[in-house]
């Protein structure tokens, strides 16, 4: 780089370096790729061929190559032809064309000038000048041969394979497939529905060998468990023992299985892809909140997949994670208002509990509230609690956190708990003081909102001593079979809203499916509830909502709804 | 574990492994000596190995599968490799090989190495035996026989049942 002719002045303090880049061509179009790229651990790496053509948003097709996998190149789908620069050897000066640009040397086969020689875009780095020709006739021949080859021995069962609709072997076949075979010969037969774990179903026949699982399993999830067997004609992917493959991540095998070799034994046969509805949700399993796809169909939540965000889960998520949806849909839902087991109103029952919480003496209420609620709603049970001098928490869940994306704490908004005042420090040390004053008579009210206070240190015994048992719940419990007033409440996956995980980070999640019978998103009817008993106006959208929030909590100051985007954002905690 | 290597055999495989820089360089030395011992290499000597040299059964399974010197079943007492490669093909190895089967009642068509239930014979057909001039070759064991006809086969057949 030359020098500036004059001195520059001083550079903003946290100006990041410029990024070095390289010029390059892709089809014909000068692009600026950075020099390095990071490599799947996320190490500065020389920019290859691949990314290069991203950068000029052409897209080259590939099988084995994942960002976040180490590379393979080994499926040969990402050849292309490419050119560089013609040096003089004798003045080691850049050859010039007429024009005075410079004259490209194509890459050939040396025994065979005439031949074009292709290269791997995936491991192939960039060098200054290089032209890559990602759709020459040359590179389209090439891409042609190796999805013939891959297809030679491919069973062609798309009309009942789960992975039709998004299979990569689908997808380049429409684009450089051929509408005939020319494979005349026996197919090879390999194994079929091979038991591989205790969620892992594998056909063999479908399988490009590309060898992203066994990666995947080796150098994520820490158990190299797969590999090759049967090295030639009837190589397989295989583990040691059948039926054995069982780390908690086995599930992203299927998510990486380019083709339909790996399926979810889940999932396999339930539904078809193409009318899976997707909406964009977090996972609430831990408070890691791994952003996921909720995939749903008419009202059913059918599966969750990852969704990247290299800020939290990168592309992956825990098996225990995404199989966590089926209470989603369980029938012993709840579904109905009740107060004092009998049926009710929505209306009613609201109205009742202003009266009850507005004439309530201060210091007579406590509230118990889930760190699995939202944070939109912990916000405004800290606003009734304050209203009515209410002692709050809510409960701890621990479990075992693994190396790779499963946290200790089980609650996916713990510090969505913290930030708006429900809980403390330590969640849950307030709920043995909560007991003894229930116990004491001082306490006649509980509100309780997505727990099973009887299993946190409530005892049955000592709620039956309370005047109003105020509960919300989405599924039945002990609790909630005590409740003088029960009102059925919505899962993640029926609402918007947001959690805060347990590294901070605030990310929002939509609505998939419709709540049950007459349950709705408790934010919708703590507002009015809270507008009944502070007087206060709220808002009645969640969009309203959080702003306010955002205006009064001051870990969330200067958010935005709308300025929260799909992969969330950092806030102080 | 019914599985155990006789000491002497593991402190040989230990010192082996002491010739080369990475542990897993020796695990081709490990199934060569536990197939001697054993006779073929079951998956306890594939976790044992793996367990020796620090890996995953996995990647020593993979090697058991790769080479088809490698037994992962009992070989019969006498063990008849039939070559199929070109000089021999068209010398009639093909029928050589069928008739062996037929008279040992396998399956001539099958496509993987056969032993007899009683454990006596292993019929299979194999890559050039390097003595292409003497087609058809057929070694018996350790044993070469050239331009084997029907008669030679059913002498070896003989000489095996006896044995």
């Known amino acids: ?573 | 574990m019914s599985f155990t290597v006789p000491s002497h055999l593991e402190s040989e495989l230990d010192e082996i492994t002491t010739h080369y820089p990475v542990k897993r360089s020796a695990s081709l030395m490990f199934l060569h000596a536990l197939q001697e011992h054993f006779g073929y290499v079951s998956k306890d000597a594939v976790e044992w190995t793996a367990r020796k040299l620090g890996l995953q059964p996995i990647n020593v399974y993979e090697l058991v599968t790769f080479y088809p010197m490698f037994r992962q079943e009992p070989l019969g007492k006498t063990h008849v490799k039939v070559c199929r490669t070109l000089s021999c093909a068209l010398q009639g190895s093909g029928e050589l090989r069928e008739r062996f089967c037929s008279k040992l009642g396998l399956d001539p068509h099958a496509h993987a190495p056969q032993t007899t239930p009683d454990g006596k014979f292993t019929v299979e057909f194999v890559e050039c035996l390097a003595s292409c001039g003497t087609a058809p070759v057929v070694l018996v064991n350790e044993e070469l026989h050239h331009k084997v006809s029907s008669a030679d086969a059913d002498a070896i057949l003989q000489k095996g049942k006896a044995a």
Request: glycine content about 8%.
């Open chain 1, 1 to 573: 780089m030359s020098a500036p002719a004059q001195p520059a002045p001083a550079p903003a303090p946290q100006a990041p370096p410029p990024v070095e880049t390289m010029t390059v061509k892709v089809n014909g179009k000068t692009v600026q790729v950075p020099k390095t790229h990071p490599d799947w651990q996320g190490k500065p790496q020389p920019a290859t061929m691949l990314q290069a053509a991203r950068c000029a948003g052409v897209d080259i097709p590939h099988y084995c190559y994942h960002d976040k996998l180490p590379v393979a190149g080994n499926c040969r789908m990402c050849l292309v032809e490419f050119g560089t620069p013609m040096m003089d050897p004798a003045t080691r000066k850049p050859v010039l064309n007429e024009d005075g640009s410079p004259k490209i040397a194509k890459s050939v086969l040396p025994y065979e000038p005439g031949t074009p020689r292709g290269a791997i875009a995936c491991a192939t780095p960039i060098s200054p000048g290089m032209e890559i020709y990602a759709d020459s006739k040359a590179t389209l021949q090439m891409r042609e041969a190796v999805l013939e080859s891959l297809l030679i021995n491919h069973p062609l069962d798309c009309p009942i394979c789960d992975q039709a609709g998004e299979c990569k072997l689908q997808e380049y076949s429409v684009q450089h497939g051929q509408a005939g075979s020319r494979f005349v010969e026996a197919k090879v037969h390999k194994p079929k529905a091979v038991d591989l774990g205790p969620r892992i179903v594998l056909d063999d026949e479908r399988c490009v060998l590309c060898t992203r699982c066994i990666r995947f399993s080796k150098d994520i999830a820490g158990d190299d468990a797969l590999g090759i067997v049967n090295r030639g004609s009837y190589n397989t992917i295989s583990a040691f023992e059948t039926g054995k493959f069982d780390n908690n991540y086995t599930l992203n095998t299927v998510d990486l299985c380019p083709v339909g070799a790996l399926t979810s034994k889940d999932f396999r046969f339930k539904m078809r892809v193409w009318f899976l509805k997707e909406s964009k949700s977090v996972c609430t399993s831990c408070g890691t909140g791994c952003n996921i796809t909720i995939g749903s169909r008419e009202g059913v939540v059918h599966c969750y997949e990852p969704r990247e965000n290299d800020a939290v889960n990168g592309p992956w998520m825990c098996d225990s994670g995404r199989l966590n949806y089926k209470w989603i849909g369980r029938a012993d839902r709840l579904r109905e208002v009740l107060v004092r087991g009998t049926r009710s109103t929505w209306s009613a029952a609201l109205q009742d509990l202003t009266v009850r919480l507005s004439k309530a003496p201060a210091g007579s209420v406590a509230v118990v509230a889930s760190s699995r609620q939202t944070t939109e709603e912990l916000y405004l049970l800290k606003k009734l609690a304050a209203r009515t001098g209410a002692t709050t928490d809510s409960v701890a869940r621990e479990g075992e956190a693994d190396r790779l994306l499963v946290a200790a704490d089980r609650n996916p908004n713990s510090n969505g708990a913290r930030l708006t005042g429900i809980s403390f420090t330590e969640a849950g040390i307030r709920i043995p003081e909560i007991a003894a004053a229930i116990e004491a008579g001082t306490v006649k009210t509980l509100v309780v909102f997505g727990e099973d206070v009887t299993k946190h240190g409530i005892p049955a015994a000592t709620l039956a001593k309370l005047e109003t048992l105020f509960v919300s719940d989405i599924l039945p419990n002990a609790t909630t079979a005590l409740a003088t007033h029960l009102l059925p409440g919505a899962a993640h996956a029926e609402k918007r809203g947001t959690f805060v995980n347990v590294k901070g980070r605030l990310q929002k999640f939509m609505k998939a499916v419709e709540a049950p019978g007459d349950a709705r998103p408790e934010w919708e009817f703590l507002h009015e509830l809270v507008h009944g008993v502070t007087g206060q106006n709220g808002y009645s959208t969640i969009e309203g909502l959080f702003n306010q929030m955002a205006r009064e909590v001051p870990a969330f100051a200067g958010l935005e709804w709308a300025k929260i985007g799909d992969t969330g954002v950092d806030v102080k905690i």
